[in-house]
Each structure stands twice: as structure tokens, then as C-alpha cells.
């Protein structure tokens, strides 16, 4: 049962453009959503993550979208550089409710970014 | 920049054998995870640690399984009699606070059990 879906596995983009990462959750107790970057053989590096009261988080050339009512979120990277080529996870955590906040995470879409 | 460190990085074991993975969290964390990955699959959420105990476990987490905080710094996870498909990258994540804030991840000790 997949609470949390990375419905692409990978997405080649081209380097200035836009690169669209889409994840879709199901578990209506999440409120809290994480993107979060992982290179070969090293440990997922926190990107950018919202909270369910809001609709969209910025920090640079990252953008996170949330539609709660789609249970759908977006992380939008503008522009794309080589240098973002990477495993994109999304993850998601009930922060309340005796979860102790453990992530749920999708299974990763490969983002290539060509020069 | 205060990091997630785990070693080994690579651990070699027979089936059936005993491994310890190793993590010291950042110092003023309080919440504590184990994750693993096999290969080609997604990151899987194994057991988180708060206040001296477990909070919470997946269905990965057996009895096979258990986590101890033996000192001030370390974390660390025990598999009893290592299998097979124990074999996968196991990285350990650390929390300052429970609800909506970032967890930070160790670079991984990849467990290879022949």
C-alpha cells in the first residue's frame, strides 16, 4: 500500500527549462511534505518542504506546490542546471497523532538535466 | 555544518551472522530513525526512537531487529542473523523537533549479506 506515489520514474529535461516533479499521497493524516535529493551512494539531502496550511513554498530556484484536495504536490525547479541531475524523493509525515513525525517517502523520480 | 555520521560505509557479513550499524546523530536532536533501500527500490521507513525507546516500527522490523542508544552519541542498529534480503543501503536520520521539521540523513552503510 503506497501512501505516497512517485508516479515517474524518471524525467530528462533540458538545462534552462523547467523541470515539473509531481507526487501524489493518499493518507489524508499527512501534513507535512518534504522533497528531499539523493546522489549515488550518499544519504537524501533536504530540499525544500510545506506544511498543509499552505499552497506553496519557495526557496530560490525551487518551488513547491500542495493541493490538498488532489492530495497532490509539485516541486518545480527553475531553471533546470546540470548540477540538479539527481534522485528527487518525495515524502510525506503525519507530524501529529503519535507518529513521532516518521517520513513516508515515494519511490523516486531520476531527474536528468542535459547540458 | 553539523552532520549525520555512519559507519561503516560498506559491511560485508555471512548469512546468519550478527551486524551493529553505527550512527552518531546531531548532538541536539531528540528523534532518531533507521531507513533502508535496496536496491533499485524506495527508501523504507524501519523504526524511529525518542526518549530512550521506540516509538514506532514498521512491519520490516522484527524481532531480528533492535535499536540502542548505549551512550550520549551513538545510535545504532543490531540485525541478529543477518539473511539475505537483509542486503540494502541502511541510512539513519536524525530530528530536532517531532512535527513539520526536516529530518537529516547520514551518507548510509551499505549492508551486503552473501
Known amino acids: 500500500d503506497q501512501q505516497v506515489k512517485q508516479n515517474s520514474p524518471s524525467l530528462s529535461v533540458q538545462e534552462g527549462r523547467i523541470s515539473i516533479l509531481n507526487c501524489d499521497y493518499t493518507?489524508?493524516?499527512?501534513?507535512?511534505f518534504l522533497w528531499y535529493k539523493k546522489y549515488p551512494a550518499e544519504g537524501p539531502t533536504f530540499l525544500i518542504s510545506?506544511?498543509?496550511?499552505?499552497d506553496k513554498n519557495e526557496d530560490g530556484r525551487f518551488t513547491v506546490f500542495l493541493n490538498k484536495s488532489a492530495k497532490h504536490l509539485s516541486l518545480h525547479i527553475v531553471p533546470s542546471q546540470p548540477g540538479d541531475s539527481a534522485v528527487y524523493f518525495c515524502?510525506?509525515?503525519?507530524?501529529?497523532?503519535?507518529?513521532?513525525?516518521?517520513?513516508?517517502f515515494g519511490k523516486g523520480t531520476k531527474l536528468s538535466v542535459k547540458p | 555544518e553539523p552532520e549525520v555520521t555512519q559507519t561503516p560505509s560498506h559491511q560485508v557479513t555471512q548469512m546468519g551472522q550478527e551486524v551493529i550499524l553505527r550512527c552518531v546523530p546531531i548532538?541536539?536532536?531528540?528523534?532518531f530513525y533507521w531507513y533502508r533501500q535496496i536496491l533499485g527500490q524506495k527508501v523504507e521507513f524501519l523504526v524511529s526512537?525518542?526518549?530512550?525507546?521506540?516509538?514506532?516500527k514498521s512491519e520490516i522490523f522484527d524481532d531480528q531487529f533492535s535499536v540502542e542508544r548505549p551512550d550520549g552519541s551513538n545510535f545504532t542498529l543490531k540485525i541478529r542473523s543477518t539473511k539475505l534480503e537483509d542486503s540494502a543501503m541502511y541510512f539513519c536520520?536524525?530530528?530536532?523537533?517531532?512535527?513539520?521539521?526536516?529530518?537529516?540523513f547520514g551518507q548510509g552503510t551499505r549492508l551486503t549479506v552473501v
Open positions: 536520520a536524525s530530528k530536532q523537533g517531532s512535527a513539520n521539521t526536516e529530518a537529516f
Open positions: 493518507n489524508s493524516m499527512f501534513d507535512y
Open positions: 510545506i506544511s498543509s496550511i499552505k
Open positions: 515524502a510525506a509525515s503525519a507530524g501529529y497523532g503519535g507518529s513521532q513525525g516518521n517520513l513516508i
Open positions: 548532538s541536539n536532536h531528540l528523534y
Open positions: 526512537f525518542y526518549n530512550n525507546e521506540i516509538s514506532e
